[in-house]
């Protein structure tokens, strides 16, 4: 991480020099201001320690200037009693917070320990979602031709609709799309258009001069300016009022707003990307939508399919629920049990993604030594694979292949299963215990018996391997 501090104090900046003991930093040290601009135009930098003097350099605010060279960029004021005002003005157009001075090296290498932490963490973070990141919306013909797409329209500034089911991860496309574009360091605002009741949208999107409406104590900066050189996901567009409607085409046609009160324009770079699960050229039809707007923010429009025709991204998006709720409940899942894993892929999901994250949240709070067991889920979910027996032949038709966690915390999480005993006659049905029944001996026989071999072939841990032999009534002798 390179530092920069620029201080007029020489002896501080000297001992900061001698004693500046942070690994993985590379200080940039100034001490006088004629410097500053070189060293600022001609290095990287992460962080930034400034002495209030320093802050314009020939009428140029440098806080600005560091800001537009790199916006994630972290900028810390040094400062005194006398002028602190400038530092809280350096905070106003962008800097992170201020020290006071006298401030010793050891606070100034704490805060840089701070901020060092937070960037690996944000770092990891976002290698880590972009490494999954196709295989969470899923691999099919029709999301590789979206994600390609998106690939391409993500750099510009162009309004994007999204439509496709409730819950089907309209959002989560969005935010892709940002992350994927030059805002990405900028805000990502996202607001569901149909959860404001009506008589607060506009105050709420566009902002309110104080004393405009019934309660408006102050002025009110709304979503759009909170948004301001970012991206501004409006769900539920078709959801808005008529007026509205007329305000956020103003709004694509010259990128300005005036507040709730205020005949005053303001100016704001925003890229909007809008999402609905209503069909708006039938609402155009029915005088519900208006027809100039529809076509400003249709410029790219992209469908999402529902889960239920993405069958091969459920395996991937368990181990991604599992992960973001193992720790907030306190259990350590490392194994979802074939039964579970059946009635998981089998399921239908009316509520789509949306669903699936409840259901795997609910399976976590009730799970047991580690295991996402079939009991674990809901009742609808369970009943699913009780009540529906299947013609083993048919099983790779309708859904996709078992497959089986390996490793929840693996990059690779989830592995085909081992082909099950061979399949009966094609008029013959059998239920899904007898199915989970004969792979496990099919398992037994191939490894001769050796339970840790089948534990690892499956995929399971020991204690489900005993369980499910005691429960299918499967004896065995010896204990490999």
């Not at 990307?273 to 209503?278: F, G, H, K, L, V």
């Not at 889920?377 to 309708?398: F, G, M, S, W, Y």
């Not at 792979?439 to 018996?449: E, F, T």
Request: proline fraction near 5%; aromatic fraction near 6%.
């Amino acid at each position: 991480m390179n530092i920069l501090i620029a201080d007029s104090d020489k002896e501080f900046i000297s001992d900061i020099r001698r004693s500046w003991n942070l690994d993985e930093t590379e200080l940039l040290l100034c001490d006088d201001k004629d410097n500053l601009m070189p060293l600022v135009k001609n290095n990287p930098i992460d962080l930034a320690f400034i002495e209030v003097p320093f802050l314009t350099f020939d009428n140029m605010d440098i806080v600005s200037y560091l800001k537009e060279k790199d916006p994630s960029i972290e900028i810390f004021v040094l400062c005194d009693n006398k002028n602190w005002p400038g530092a809280t003005s350096a905070i106003n157009r962008g800097a992170n917070s201020f020290l006071m001075k006298p401030a010793s090296v050891s606070q100034l290498e704490d805060t840089a320990k701070k901020i060092q932490t937070l960037k690996q963490n944000k770092s990891t973070h976002q290698l880590m979602e972009s490494q999954v990141l196709d295989t969470l919306l899923g691999d099919t013909p029709e999301m590789r031709k979206i994600l390609k797409t998106v690939y391409k329209i993500s750099p510009t500034t162009s309004t994007v609709l999204i439509t496709g089911e409730s819950g089907s991860g309209k959002e989560f496309l969005a935010n892709v799309i940002h992350r994927y574009s030059k805002r990405a360091g900028e805000p990502f605002i996202a607001v569901n258009c149909g959860a404001i009741p009506e008589n607060l949208v506009e105050s709420e999107l566009f902002g309110a001069k104080k004393g405009s409406y019934t309660g408006s104590t102050a002025d009110k900066k709304g979503l759009f300016e909170a948004a301001n050189k970012g991206t501004l996901f409006l769900d539920e567009v078709g959801e808005l009022s008529a007026a509205t409607q007329v305000k956020l085409l103003r709004f694509l046609q010259s990128h300005e707003i005036r507040r709730v009160g205020e005949t005053e324009a303001r100016y704001l770079d925003i890229r909007i990307i809008a999402a609905t699960n209503r069909d708006l050229q039938a609402a155009m039809l029915r005088g519900e939508f208006r027809e100039d707007l529809f076509y400003r923010l249709n410029t790219f429009h992209l469908t999402l399919p529902p889960l239920r025709e993405r069958k091969p991204v459920i395996p991937t998006l368990i181990r991604y629920f599992i992960l973001k709720y193992k720790e907030t409940h306190g259990k350590n899942i490392t194994d979802v049990e074939p039964a579970a894993q059946y009635a998981l892929a089998k399921y239908p999901y009316p509520g789509n993604i949306r669903e699936l994250e409840n259901i795997i949240e609910h399976a976590i709070v009730l799970s047991e030594g580690g295991i996402l067991r079939l009991e674990d889920l809901p009742e609808n979910v369970q009943e699913e694979a009780r009540e529906k027996t299947v013609a083993i032949p048919h099983i790779k038709e309708d859904i996709p292949e078992p497959r089986l966690l390996t490793s929840i915390e693996g990059t690779r999480v989830d592995t085909p299963a081992k082909a099950a005993d061979e399949p009966a006659d094609a008029e013959d049905i059998i239920s899904l215990e007898e199915m989970e029944r004969r792979h496990i001996l099919h398992a037994l026989s191939v490894c001769k018996n050796n339970k840790t071999e089948v534990c690892k072939r499956l995929g399971i841990s020991r204690a489900t391997l005993w369980r499910k032999l005691k429960e299918l009534k499967i004896q065995m002798d010896g204990d490999e």
